[in-house]
C-alpha cells in the first residue's frame, strides 16, 4: 500500500487494479486530448476563466466495470502568497489550511495574496490527474517552469466522486458561467430554480417540452470542498436531478457520458440565461404561459396555470371552500380519465401488443432498456416468490425465447395491476405506438385539467378527445418518487414541489389508500367521485368532488 498526500490530506491507494495496458491505452490518451480541449472550449464559453470552472470525465473501457474505471481530472488553481517582513519579501505557494495557520502565528508580518488560476484555455493532455473509482490519485502532471505554479488537484474533487457514486455519472462539470450565477440571485431565499415550457427542456435528462424543470440552490462557502455535505444531500433529496446549484457561484452538472453532461451544460446554461431575460422583462419564467410576474415572485415561483372548464359545481359534492390550495396534484385514473377507459382501452391494447412490440424493436436501446429492467424486476420477483413470475432466458436461448417469456411476465403483472417502473416504462412505449399510428385515442372527462402526468398521460393529453391538452402540462410524478400508497411517495412530492408546508399542496384522487397515504404526509386530500370509480368505504372522513370544475370555482382560477 502507498499513501499520497492531497491536497493537505491523505489518500491511500490499494493494490493495483488497473493494468499499465489500461493507463496507456488509446482511450487514456484520447480521454487526455478530450478534457484539454473541452477545457479550452469551456474557457471561451466562460464557464472556466479566472480560478472557476473544472471537469472530470472517466475513461470508458468496456472490459472494466464502470465504477472501477479510471478518472481523469483536471487541476485547479493554487494561491500566491507574498510574505513581507521590514524591507524584505520572499514568495511561497502554499494551500488555504497553511495559509490560517501563517496568518495565526506571526501576526508581525503583512500578507498579501491572489489565487492563480490554472489556465484552462492552454491545458495540455499531459496536465490531467488520473485517480482511481475510488478517489484515490494514481499520477499526477510534473510540475511547469515559472510563472506556472505547482499543480494541485481540482478542489472539486470530492463534489466530483459524489456525482459519481450516486449517480454513477460518466462526466462531471463544473461551471462558474455568469449566468448560472447570477440565476441563483434572483430570489436569493429560494431553494430551488424552476422553469417549464421551454424548448431547451428536452435535452435535460429525462424532460420533455411540458416538464417542469426543478434544480435544487445550496449555498456557497469559502473553500470548494465545504460544499460536499450540502451537494450529497442535494443529490439524495431530487432522485431525478442531474444538476445542482451554488447560489453566487456556479453549477455542477454530469451524465452518464461527457457528451451528455455537455450537452445538459449547455442547455443549463441556455435556461438559465433565459430565466434572467425573462426576469428584467418582467416575465415570469416559471409557468407555461410566462406572463407578468406576481409581486414577490422569486425562482421557485407557482406551480403553473390551470386550464379548467366552466363547469358549475354539483350540489352533492362536499368540497371546503376555505380550502385555497398552492399547487394542486391530480391522480389520473378516476380524476381526469375515466376508470374505464384505463381498464377497457389501455391495458387490454398494452397486453395485446406486447410480443408485436417488442418483436419489432427489440435491437432498439429503448426496448433494450426496457428488457433490462423487466429482468432485475422478474429475478426480484422470483426471489419473492411473486405469482406469475417464470425466468426469463439469457440472450443465447434466441429473441423468441425471450420475447415469450417476456409476454408471460407482463401479462401477469398487468393481470394483477402492478404499479411498478417496469411495467409502465413498457406499457408507456407500447401506448406511443399506438397513440402515433392513431389506434388509440385518450378519453378525458369534459372538466379535464392537464396536470402532472407520466409520458403516456401526455400522450392521452397530447392526442385527446378533446384535442391536444399539453399546453397546459406543468411537470410530472411516476413511480420513481415510489408508490403512490407509501406516505414517503407524498413527502418526496412535497419537497420537490417547493412549498413551505405540504398542506398548501391539494391531492385530488379516487383511491382511498392514497387518499390515507397523501394525508399522513400532511396534504389537503378530496376524492373524486366519477362513474366507473370503486365504492369508497363507510365513513372514510375525506371530502369528496364530483367534477374538477368544483376546484376551478373555487381557486378562482380563469
Known amino acids: 500500500m502507498a499513501a499520497l498526500a492531497v491536497n493537505g490530506g491523505v489518500k491511500v491507494v490499494g493494490p493495483a487494479t488497473h493494468t499499465e495496458a489500461y493507463r496507456e491505452s488509446k482511450p487514456m490518451k484520447d480521454t487526455r486530448a478530450l478534457v484539454s480541449e473541452l477545457c479550452r472550449q469551456f474557457y471561451t464559453l466562460g464557464w472556466m476563466s479566472g480560478t472557476g470552472g473544472s471537469i472530470t470525465i472517466k475513461v470508458h473501457d468496456d472490459s472494466i466495470p464502470k465504477p472501477q474505471q479510471l478518472i481523469l481530472m483536471s487541476p485547479s488553481g493554487t494561491l500566491s502568497l507574498t510574505?513581507?517582513?521590514?524591507?524584505?519579501?520572499?514568495?511561497?505557494?502554499?494551500?488555504?489550511?497553511?495559509?490560517?495557520?501563517?496568518?495565526?502565528?506571526?501576526?508581525?508580518?503583512?500578507?498579501?495574496?491572489?489565487?492563480?488560476?490554472?489556465?484552462?484555455?492552454?491545458?495540455?493532455?499531459?496536465?490531467?490527474?488520473?485517480?482511481?473509482?475510488?478517489?484515490?490519485?494514481?499520477?499526477?502532471?510534473?510540475?511547469?517552469?515559472?510563472?506556472?505554479?505547482?499543480?494541485?488537484?481540482?478542489?472539486?474533487?470530492?463534489?466530483?466522486?459524489k456525482a459519481y457514486e450516486m449517480r454513477d455519472a460518466g462526466a462531471v462539470i463544473h461551471s462558474h458561467g455568469m449566468e448560472s450565477c447570477l440565476?441563483?440571485?434572483?430570489?436569493?431565499?429560494?431553494?430551488?430554480?424552476?422553469?417549464?415550457?421551454?424548448?431547451?427542456?428536452k435535452g435535460i435528462k429525462g424532460h420533455g417540452y411540458y416538464d417542469e424543470l426543478v434544480v435544487p440552490i445550496i449555498e456557497n462557502t469559502a473553500y470548494e470542498n465545504e460544499l460536499t455535505d450540502s451537494l450529497t444531500k442535494a443529490i439524495e433529496a431530487y432522485p431525478k436531478t442531474t444538476a445542482v446549484l451554488v447560489r453566487n457561484q456556479g453549477l455542477y452538472v454530469w451524465g452518464d457520458s461527457w457528451i451528455n453532461a455537455k450537452t445538459q451544460a449547455e442547455c443549463y446554461h441556455y435556461l438559465f440565461d433565459a430565466a434572467i431575460k425573462l426576469h428584467q422583462l418582467g416575465l415570469d419564467w416559471s409557468t407555461p404561459s410566462h406572463g407578468?410576474?406576481?409581486?414577490?415572485?422569486?425562482?421557485?415561483?407557482?406551480?403553473?396555470?390551470?386550464?379548467?372548464?366552466?363547469?358549475?359545481?354539483?350540489?352533492?359534492?362536499?368540497?371546503?371552500?376555505n380550502l385555497l390550495p398552492r399547487c394542486i396534484v391530480l391522480?389520473?385514473?378516476?380524476?381526469?380519465?375515466?376508470?374505464?377507459?384505463?381498464?377497457?382501452?389501455?391495458?387490454?391494447?398494452?397486453?395485446?401488443?406486447?410480443?408485436?412490440?417488442?418483436?419489432?424493436?427489440?435491437?432498439?436501446?429503448e426496448t433494450q432498456d426496457d428488457i433490462k429492467l423487466l429482468r432485475s424486476q422478474v429475478q426480484d420477483d422470483l426471489?419473492?416468490?411473486?405469482?406469475?413470475?417464470?425466468?426469463?432466458?439469457?440472450?443465447?436461448?434466441?429473441?423468441?425465447?425471450v420475447i415469450a417469456a417476456l409476454v408471460t411476465n407482463v401479462d401477469a403483472m398487468i393481470k394483477a395491476d402492478r404499479k411498478i417502473t417496469a411495467l409502465k416504462q413498457l406499457q408507456g412505449h407500447i401506448w406511443r405506438t399506438g397513440f402515433e399510428s392513431h389506434e388509440l385515442e385518450g378519453v378525458v372527462f369534459d372538466d379535464h385539467v392537464a396536470q402532472p402526468s407520466e409520458s403516456v398521460?401526455?400522450?392521452?393529453?397530447?392526442?385527446?378527445?378533446?384535442?391536444?391538452?399539453?399546453k397546459y402540462l406543468s411537470g410530472f410524478f411516476d413511480t420513481a418518487v415510489g408508490n403512490k400508497r407509501e406516505t414517503q411517495?407524498?413527502?418526496?412530492?412535497?419537497q420537490s414541489l417547493g412549498v413551505d408546508k405540504p398542506s398548501e399542496i391539494l391531492f385530488v384522487t379516487y383511491v382511498y389508500q392514497e387518499a390515507t397515504a397523501a394525508k399522513a404526509a400532511?396534504?389537503?386530500?378530496?376524492?373524486?367521485?366519477?362513474?366507473?370509480?370503486?365504492?369508497?368505504?363507510?365513513?372514510?372522513?375525506?371530502?369528496?368532488?364530483?367534477?374538477?370544475?368544483?376546484?376551478?370555482?373555487?381557486a378562482k382560477l380563469p
Not at 440565476?183 to 427542456?201: A, D, G, Q, Y
Not at 406469475?388 to 425465447?401: F, L, N, Q, R, T
Not at 398521460?457 to 399539453?470: P, T
Not at 378530496?526 to 370544475?549: A, C
Request: proline share 9%; hydrophobic share 35%; glycine share 8%.
Open 292 to 321: 407578468p410576474l406576481q409581486n414577490g415572485k422569486g425562482v421557485s415561483g407557482s406551480n403553473g396555470n390551470l386550464n379548467m372548464s366552466t363547469n358549475a359545481p354539483t350540489a352533492d359534492s362536499n368540497y371546503d371552500s
Open 457 to 470: 398521460q401526455k400522450l392521452v393529453f397530447g392526442k385527446s378527445n378533446y384535442g391536444d391538452l399539453r
Open 331 to 365: 391522480d389520473i385514473e378516476g380524476t381526469t380519465i375515466s376508470i374505464p377507459f384505463v381498464f377497457e382501452v389501455l391495458f387490454p391494447y398494452a397486453r395485446d401488443n406486447i410480443g408485436r412490440h417488442l418483436s419489432a424493436t427489440y435491437d432498439t436501446s
Open 83 to 161: 510574505v513581507y517582513l521590514l524591507s524584505e519579501f520572499f514568495s511561497v505557494c502554499i494551500f488555504p489550511s497553511c495559509l490560517r495557520w501563517i496568518c495565526n502565528s506571526c501576526p508581525l508580518y503583512v500578507y498579501a495574496g491572489i489565487w492563480i488560476g490554472v489556465q484552462k484555455e492552454r491545458m495540455e493532455p499531459e496536465d490531467m490527474y488520473v485517480l482511481s473509482g475510488n478517489g484515490s490519485i494514481l499520477s499526477s502532471p510534473s510540475p511547469k517552469p515559472y510563472p506556472h505554479k505547482p499543480p494541485k488537484c481540482s478542489d472539486c474533487a470530492p463534489l466530483f466522486m
Open 489 to 494: 411517495s407524498y413527502a418526496e412530492i412535497s
Open 183 to 201: 440565476v441563483t440571485m434572483l430570489n436569493p431565499t429560494s431553494k430551488e430554480f424552476r422553469i417549464t415550457h421551454m424548448e431547451m427542456i
Open 383 to 401: 426471489q419473492k416468490g411473486v405469482i406469475g413470475a417464470v425466468p426469463i432466458p439469457s440472450d443465447d436461448a434466441g429473441k423468441e425465447e
Open 522 to 554: 400532511g396534504l389537503e386530500v378530496v376524492i373524486s367521485v366519477r362513474p366507473g370509480n370503486g365504492p369508497l368505504p363507510e365513513n372514510h372522513g375525506f371530502k369528496t368532488i364530483n367534477s374538477l370544475s368544483e376546484i376551478r370555482k373555487l
